[in-house]
């Protein structure tokens, strides 16, 4: 892991910095805008509107990188970052707000497409695995890190809109003053959608609701936990609490999810995550109770992310592999979108602890319908050893991401074609 860091180290100290700017604005907003009294519904639009413009880049960043290269998009959109998130403060107005959250998540998807783009190529056969968890590791690490720097200023000022914009803007130069070159860049054209659902049922309709559930923690959670009266430090802690559960229990369920059918793990991992949110909702009023929700909510839904495209790809052939992923990315975008503004509207409809009940609800559906499809599908034609092997990858991965995770899934096949 270490020679992994060293021949890597721009992009991952550069990707650390752009995460803790955009695990701190997602929190920061979300308390601020409580704190000028904006309504749950407006919350919820400025929220959704990251997952708008993070589709759309999905879609566009590639093609906008063939025309003018890595290095011109990489601070194009870095600086489109800085100057948002400097204007929050200036511009206290949640439609504002919301056109800045597009164009942020648009030019957050577009510098996580150009680094990630980076690190498949820096990456050989031999530690593409590794490098594919410390990435992920990396990515964490800046989510939990954002939230300490919350509570060490006042969300009623400046402060602590102008740090993301600075870390942004350093984050740019470990990655700009490499002397790596940048590689030429090459995409898969996603997979159609109705092939994707014909081939794994499960996989997209898992993603589809992890979605929902995705951006509810990202964008909802300090919304939530503002509502029903938490401080700052408390809330800090309450977010942070999703994302270190997520980290530690990614590596256990990928190793089990190599040892056993994996739609019985995704149905454990799914009614385990609905529980959770369920023990928040019918006792509300406990803090404790709160963080251990929030533990297992997160402990369980961002790994059944990387699970369901290993389940997915148990079922495609190797060539499909890295357009099935884009696919699979696209349909979880959607569900993103459609979160914050559906967890809002309960918020407004049965109170605070809707936020709990739409998480439950969603994890709930997936343990369900994995239920159903197992009685339309036999394991018959696929053996424990069968399946592809687990790769770990972050919700907050792009298509290009996905795509490095599926060289992972088909070199690791291909060497166990070859043993004796």
Not at 6 to 31: D, I, K, P, R, Y
Not at 108 to 116: D, K, P, W
Request: proline content about 4%; charged content about 10%.
């Amino acid at each position: 892991m270490l020679q992994v860091f060293t021949g890597s180290w721009a992009l991952f100290v550069g990707m650390f910095m752009l995460m803790v700017g955009n695990g701190l604005q997602g929190t920061l907003l979300g308390l601020r805008g409580e704190a000028e009294g904006f309504s749950t519904f407006a919350l919820s639009i400025v929220m959704s509107a990251y997952f708008l413009g993070f589709l759309f880049s999905s879609r566009f960043t590639p093609e906008l990188i063939r025309r003018v290269g890595h290095v011109r998009v990489f601070a194009a959109l870095g600086s489109m970052i800085s100057a948002v998130l400097i204007t929050y403060p200036v511009l206290v107005d949640p439609w504002a707000w919301a056109i800045g959250r597009v164009i942020i998540g648009f030019c957050f998807c577009g510098v996580y497409i150009t680094a990630e783009s980076w690190l498949n190529d820096a990456s050989s056969n031999e530690n593409r695995g590794k490098s594919l968890s410390l990435y992920m590791i990396v990515q964490m690490a800046g989510i939990v890190f954002a939230q300490w720097i919350v509570t060490q200023g006042d969300i009623s000022g400046y402060v602590l809109f102008i740090v993301p914009s600075v870390l942004v803007s350093l984050a740019f130069a470990p990655v700009l003053l490499s002397v790596r070159p940048m590689p030429a860049f090459e995409t898969t054209k996603p997979m159609k959608i109705i092939s994707l659902i014909e081939a794994s049922p499960l996989a997209c309709f898992g993603m589809f609701m992890l979605g929902g559930v995705f951006a509810a923690q990202f964008g909802m959670s300090a919304v939530y936990a503002s509502r029903v009266g938490l401080t700052v430090s408390e809330v800090s802690l309450f977010v942070s609490a999703i994302y270190v559960s997520a980290l530690v229990l990614q590596y256990p369920i990928g190793w089990m999810s190599d040892r056993m059918d994996r739609r019985v793990l995704i149905i454990w991992l799914a009614m385990i995550g609905a529980a959770g949110s369920m023990i928040a909702f019918l006792l509300p009023g406990s803090y404790a109770l709160i963080l251990v929700s929030g533990a297992i909510v997160g402990g369980t839904s961002n790994p059944l992310y990387a699970l369901l495209i290993a389940y997915a790809n148990d079922y495609l052939e190797s060539d499909d592999m890295a357009s099935a992923s884009g696919g699979l990315l696209f349909i979880n975008g959607i569900g993103a979108i459609a979160g914050p503004l559906t967890v809002g509207f309960m918020m407004d409809t049965i109170g605070n602890n809707g936020f709990w009940l739409f998480t439950g609800i969603l994890m709930f559906g997936v343990g369900a319908y994995g239920l159903y499809r197992m009685t339309q599908r036999s394991r018959t034609d696929l053996e424990v050893e069968d399946q592809v092997p687990y790769a770990p990858v972050s919700a907050a991965s792009t298509p290009v991401a996905a795509e490095l995770a599926q060289e992972v899934y088909i070199e690791a096949g291909e060497e166990e074609e070859i043993k004796p």
